[in-house]
């Protein structure tokens, strides 16, 4: 079991530049997450997905767009990247199907984004 | 939404000595307190968690204490050892809908760095 794997580890990109960040789980978990974690700001949540084909913003979803392809992955795509997004991004995921489910989470090993 | 504030953001003890970190939420409809891990450049593993319905969890050398009433619990670590070095962050997590949506889940703390001297 690779548990949560996350693609790329890092990437520079300049300004405007797009880019989507890939997630899968082996977990045979329902609910999958990504979050941002900068300096000082603990994890916050960007989007979430309680199953395949539905998604829910979270605390800061906006530059972001999230696809659950499938049960194993949740990618996350920058549309147009601005410094503020530099960030590493840690992808999670849980059991649970409910939205709100107080499963544990797995974290991936996160991918270091730098935007110049 | 749920507001989780941890403290201190930084804790410096002596290897052998014991280390807390205490965190507060504000909704009242938490109902799960996780605890993370996080070495430099690594995941945030999860340590501990405690549910609602428990006032205590003991792990070995780790315990996690929760107080409905006042909204806040705490992470304790006893006999600390260098491998303890670490940023710990703790979560509370709510069932709770809201009609419009927003950040739900699980809400962090900033962390605590941990920072055990030989």
């Known amino acids: 079991n690779a548990g949560v794997t996350q693609t790329p580890k890092f990437q520079v990109l300049k300004t405007g530049q797009s880019m989507t960040l890939q997630c899968a789980q082996d977990?045979?978990?329902?609910?999958m997450y990504w979050y941002r974690q900068d300096p000082g700001m603990g994890l916050r949540l960007i989007y979430y997905s309680a199953s395949e084909g539905t998604t829910d913003k979270g605390e800061v979803p906006n530059g972001y767009n999230v696809s659950r392809l499938n049960k194993r992955e949740f990618s996350l795509r920058l549309e147009s990247a601005a410094p503020s997004q530099t960030s590493v991004y840690f992808c999670?995921?849980?059991?649970?199907?409910?939205?709100?489910?107080?499963?544990?989470?797995?974290f991936g090993p996160g991918t270091r984004l730098t935007v110049l | 939404g749920e507001n989780v504030e941890q403290h201190p953001s930084t804790l410096s003890v002596q290897e052998g000595d014991s280390a807390v970190i205490k965190c507060t939420y504000s909704?009242?409809?938490?109902?799960?307190f996780p605890w993370y891990k996080q070495e430099l450049g690594k995941r945030p593993q999860l340590i501990i968690d405690?549910?609602?319905?428990?006032g205590e969890k003991k792990d070995q050398r780790i315990a996690v204490t929760l107080n409905k009433t006042a909204k806040h619990f705490s992470l304790h670590i006893t006999e600390t050892q260098p491998e303890d070095s670490a940023v710990y962050f703790c979560?509370?997590?709510?069932?709770?809908?809201?009609?419009?949506?927003?950040?739900?889940?699980?809400?962090f703390g900033k962390g605590t760095h941990l920072i055990i001297q030989p």
């Open positions: 999670a995921s849980s059991p649970g199907k409910r939205r709100l489910s107080t499963d544990t989470q797995y």
């Open positions: 405690i549910r609602s319905n428990v």
């Open positions: 977990m045979n978990h329902n609910s």
């Open positions: 979560a509370a997590s709510t069932s709770r809908v809201y009609s419009g949506g927003g950040a739900d889940g699980l809400t």
């Open positions: 909704d009242s409809a938490s109902n799960y």
